[in-house]
């Protein structure tokens, strides 16, 4: 059973950090890229972030230079740093298993549940 497991939301100020993990487990990890994603209230689901099972990655330009994604392949799990937060309210934060490194949803299979972020700006 596919399972993808995300932890490390919660709220913080604008300008402060947040690191967010996702375990996974019930498939081979290495075998499929992994990303972050995000969705807010009224708003359509946005691509965060992906990188390949040897590190290549991608970035939305709006989390550029603030956001780092990384992985511990011996642990199968997942991680997104986020530095200099944005006052950009309410978000999920889901993590998801794709074939194809692409930042759009349709390119990922597998998801998770998410962690909330939430400004407290």
């Known amino acids: 059973q596919v399972q993808l497991v995300e932890s490390g939301g919660g709220s913080v100020q604008a300008g402060g950090s947040l690191r967010l993990s996702c375990a996974a487990s019930?498939?081979?990890?290495?075998?499929?890229?992994m990303g972050w994603f995000r969705q807010s209230p009224g708003k359509e689901r946005e691509g965060v972030a992906a990188?390949?099972?040897?590190?290549?990655?991608i970035y939305a330009d709006s989390v550029k230079g603030r956001f780092t994604i990384s992985q511990d392949n011996a642990k199968n799990t997942l991680y997104l740093q986020m530095d200099s937060l944005k006052p950009d309210g309410t978000s999920m934060y889901c993590c998801?298993?794709?074939?194809?490194?692409?930042?759009?949803?349709?390119?990922?299979?597998?998801w998770g549940q998410g962690t909330r972020v939430t400004d407290s700006s």
């Open positions: 998801a298993a794709g074939l194809v490194l692409l930042l759009h949803s349709r390119s990922f299979g597998y």
């Open positions: 990188l390949s099972s040897d590190d290549s990655t």
């Open positions: 019930g498939f081979t990890y290495n075998n499929y890229y």
